[in-house]
Nanobody, 115 residues
């Protein structure tokens, strides 16, 4: 059974940094790709960043130049390094993994950026 567990969220001041982690219960090579999404209060869940099995990455415009997605295959863990955080980055961040037509989600980790 696939489980994804996020960690690393918290409260940070604007301009600060955080590193989110997503630990998978299976070998992450089994996934076609993994990514991060976020959902702010009263808003729909939105795409943040993605990394595929070949290592190709893409980012939402909101995070380009500030966020970096990476993974450690040996640890079966994906990361999201977030720099220059803004209050509008405040949201619950969810880890996603996909294989063929199936998506898996973590439980989310709260990121709060104070101004």
């Amino acid at each position: 059974q696939v489980q994804l567990v996020e960690s690393g969220g918290g409260l940070v001041q604007a301009g600060g940094s955080l590193r989110l982690s997503c630990a998978a219960s299976v070998n992450i090579f089994e996934f076609n790709g993994m990514g991060w999404y976020r959902q702010a209060p009263g808003k729909q869940r939105e795409f943040v960043a993605r990394i595929n099995v070949g290592g190709k990455t893409n980012y939402a415009e909101s995070g380009k130049g500030r966020f970096t997605i990476s993974r450690d295959n040996a640890k079966n863990t994906m990361y999201l390094h977030m720099n220059s955080l803004k209050p509008e980055d405040t949201a619950v961040y969810y880890c996603n993994a996909y294989i063929l037509a199936r998506d898996y989600w973590g439980q989310g980790t709260q990121v709060t950026v104070s101004s």
